[in-house]
């Protein structure tokens, strides 16, 4: 329950929804009769935290255990942090109100390189050292998951241990195992010796890092008998594997607020710039009847109208028609609308608009990438302009007058007239509206653009190639502007310096953690923000520390150098990377997974398993 | 197609929730049920739920009630036992009735406040200085309205605004039962009129609870 202190805070601060817990389906145990308190943080806010599935999945899992009782944090917004801070009420967990320095467990989700500051404003929050290695007890040990895990070395110094991959299994192992070191009283030291012989553990303080002169990685030496690579985990058999039956359902208006269901992880896609697309591989499908009954018990224990069908590219799961029909066969009834978010474009026949906007009708978001069909090649975005047209064509016959375009700017071997390509195609996808006898009557079209900015990511094949500078960016995205001709078409641009610090981030080594720390000693925080941002003050972290951005943003590597994650591995053969990045270059596209297997090798995660190639599973 | 009105206690945690917020919980609530709720027939249809008076941010109630349009033949009781079934914390239904009274029809709410003051020494002096305010008649509040598409600050006399105001006080603790006026045209929070009480008194409680207790018609009736 929520002390007078906390109460007297929470009326003056916005939206204090975030910080009461008490929400349907969260989850309060008798800590009496607990072995493992788990501390999930989420390094933002709760409207975004709480929107992500993966801490819905880990919550319900660890939940389900006896011997663990698993809490939720979130990064408390500015005016909350300066009430607690001036108050002296530590960071505390939403189920139980307990301060989180006293658990056992304290695990972040790293979902994007730009929360790295609210990991440590969090840790101090709750009154602990940044450091891990000031933090001396067995309790609390701070883990870390998330894709921005593929690449955890700016972090290196501040988090215990590491969980590349998927959590589902590898969470139960360290919880399992922290029970039994807490029980013979050991030390940190030994607990994390064990814990590093788990497949997917990577134990950042047994691996020391030598630099070259030229400030490039040389070598990464395993001690303490930790692996000399750390292969990340994945669950195998989806069908089988844990998915909660209830999600809390928040009381104050989430991000995405409403019942997730999970087709498939990974994506037959191959574009090159996506590092999803390879991080999250091999393809493994649900089965349509597994995800109709969660979504059938999900609707049922939350009290959600809406069904978001969640994948990296939901129009490519092999069972997306009979689950459709199945799930319109309830749905319809009980008035709950289906979400597609992920489409891709050029498999997006009519039939499938038809069903979803039967229900209710969603906008419509395309994402063709880049503005010409050359740099289209180059990015292996496999969609042509004609593909494009027709597919919006089709849109604007079923009804629809808003159209959401997303592309990037600054990738690999983009010019001027790659850029003004964007534009040219916004205005081709206007015309067509007009040109289109079948247009809504009355109504005019709107085409938003979004041209966020690239940022070459670890594990894909443009993990070498050097990021745009900020000049280059601002070049083009003022390009992009002038090029621009009608009110119908609105443009929208990432701003450029959170771009760089985000690439500076994804490709950096251990030596950015004293940037980090420096960054955030001097109030940054919530770097994701626009209106939180502070440039000069990260221009400042990078200076006092002699670190220069520019060596890991905008730096052209050699395939043959030691990248700093060359010690991760997730399961991706770096000659796959290196052929893809050749036909990058030459614009030469690769065929999807689906019509032929291109060898990336992460199907030996999966005992040679790749759904990809199982057409049509039963 | 039928109304009912149900009555809601808001409690604990569930302060915290605004009326936007209890609005979308409310209607999930309600499907979780499994109470067919009836859909308005316009462009957008939406379920027809709305509360006829909403409650501010941080305060407590004894009974809120929340319309609602339903599609079922569920008896009252029947409503009462499905709803109860699936309340988040903080929210208990007290009661489901057939809508007495037209929502128009609130005229004044009675609310119950609670200030704990450092000391009985504090509370006290505090007693008598809310009590001389009272009686003066003459307390003001700042209330910020829009005229048009301007934000004005206007004042308002707050006399005209409560109707009942008793006070007693217990070692450090001062407790307030006022009926003040509510409605969609004439309402006061009594969160202001805490705050102008304050502002004018010069003094500060350490820690403040308000809780509805009911609503009122014009001729001091309970809202039904």
Sequence with gaps: MLSKELKNILLKVQKPGRYTGGELNSVVKDSAGIAVRYAFCFPDTYEIGMSHLGMKILYGLVNEREDAWCERVFAPWLDMEKQMREHNIPLYALESGDPIKDFDLIGFTLQYELCYTN??????LAGLPVRSGERKALTPIVIAGGPCVCNPEPLAPFVDLFLPGEGEEVTNDIIDLLKKHKALGSTKQEFLKEAAKIQGVYVPSFYSVEYNPDNTVKAVTPSNGAPEKVKKRIVSDLDNCYYPDKFVVPFLEVVHDRTTAELFRGCIRGCRFCQAGFLYRPIREKQAKTVDGQCRALCGSTGYDEISLCSLSTSDYTQLYPLLNGLLEWTEEDRINIALPSLRIDNFPEELMQKISSVRRSGLTFAPEAGTQRLRDVINKNITEDVVMSTVKEAFDGGWTAVKLYFMIGLPTETLEDVEGIAKLAQKVVDEFYHNPNKPKGKSVTVSVSASTFVPKPFTPFQ?????TPEAIAEKQKHLFESNTTRKVNISCHKVYTSVLEGVFARGDRRLADVIETAWKSGCKFDGWDD?????????????????PEFYASRQRSFDEVLPWDHMDYGISKSFLINENKKAHEAVTTPNCREKCSGCGTNKLNGGVCHALCKGMA | MRSVRVWLEKDGRAIYTSHLDLNRCMTRAVRRAGIPLWYTEGFNPHPYLMFPLPLPLGQSSDGEPMDIRIETDMTDGEIFDALSRVMPEGFTVKAVREPWDKAGDVAMAQYLITLELADAVQAERTAAVIRSLIDG???????????GRMKVVKEIKLSELIHRFELSWEGSFIKISAVLSAGSTVNLNPALMLDALCKAGGFEPVYTEIRRQKLLKSDFSDFE
């Excluded at chain 1, 070498?464 to 745009?468: I, L, N, P, S």
């Excluded at chain 2, 008649?137 to 005229?147: D, F, P, Q, W, Y």
């Design chain 2, 137 to 147: 008649g003459e307390l003001t509040a700042e209330k910020t309205g829009k005229k």
């Design chain 1, 119 to 124: 990991v440590l404003n969090m840790l101090d």
């Design chain 1, 464 to 468: 070498w190639e050097a990021q745009d």
């Design chain 1, 532 to 548: 939180v941002f502070d440039t000069e003050k990260w221009e400042a972290a990078f200076e006092n520390c002699g670190i220069s």
